[in-house]
């Protein structure tokens, strides 16, 4: 049986596509979004985050550690270039915080997990969603459980951001009810500072889906000094527009929820003392859709992806 990475399962999500949904948070991405707030998504690997708020200073974690890389420098200090993750130090930190994100799962467990909310789904139109990280990273352990969503008639969403091969999303096709599909930007060499790749394959593939008249909602962060300019607003709106099938766009407005989680990880977070969209100016850039004539799809998270 296929096992999967995972890092999360969240219960009664409400903003991961229509109706109440468990969101299936799977390991591994393509993309370092400067702004990613799960950046515990990224890699396809468990790794030991360290939340210092948590920390007893018990300093048992020092004696664990086989290789030294944890140390005491007026509290607790983690050489992350010297860290292999391999959870020693998690095991002994009774007050949790030192832990390891991920966990791998096979088919039946998660289903175990997903059948439990059924009766939800079934009142509210709701589903599971499969988001990340990218899950097309793990294809066969995705498409093996979209296949046993659909065998208990669990409505489906995957949540991606676009950049893999056309032949991964030909494989899933039959099984998706719902793509919530990433734009992060229309110029491809700025798409490629601010998340590490092109986005020539990200909108190829989305012109196939729409092609093949997919259900998709196109999902964009609205990053301020990165994105929300009008030559890009104005380029997205013009493509999407063209699209012959498209349920539909999200705006997502950048917010710091995840911040904290990069020096958790001994990650680097490249967005500095970035200030989110106000209110305003998510509506002006609502109307540049509309006046595309592009439906815009209101999300009650500000969540960006």
Known sequence: ????????????????????????????????????????????????????????ESKACIEACPLGAISWKDGTSTDWEICDHCG?????????????????????????????????????????TFTGGEPLQQRKFLQEALMACKQQNIRTAVDTSGSTAWGNFESILPLTDLFLYDVKHMDAEKHRLYTTVSNGKILNNLQKLSNVRANIIVRIPIIPGMNDDAKNLTACGAFLADLP?????????????????????????????????????????EELFINYGVKVIRHSSGRTQ
């Open 1 to 56: 049986m296929t096992s999967g990475m995972i890092f999360d399962v969240k219960r009664y999500a409400i903003n991961d596509g229509p109706g109440i949904r468990t969101a299936v948070f799977m390991k591994g991405c393509p993309l370092r979004c400067w702004w990613c707030h799960n950046p515990e998504g990224q890699s396809v690997k468990k790794q030991l985050i360290f939340r210092i708020n948590r920390c007893k």
């Open 245 to 285: 099938h498209l349920e539909g766009v999200e705006l997502m407005p950048y917010h710091e929820i995840g911040v904290a989680k990069y020096q958790a990880l001994g990650m680097l977070y490249k967005m500095g003392d970035t200030v989110p969209p106000n209110t305003q100016q998510i509506c002006e850039i």
């Open 88 to 128: 020693k130090c998690a095991e002994i930190c009774y007050a949790g915080a030192r832990e390891i994100v991920g966990r791998e799962i096979n088919l039946d467990q998660l289903m175990i997990e997903l059948e439990r909310d059924i009766p939800f789904y079934d009142q509210s139109g709701g589903g599971v």
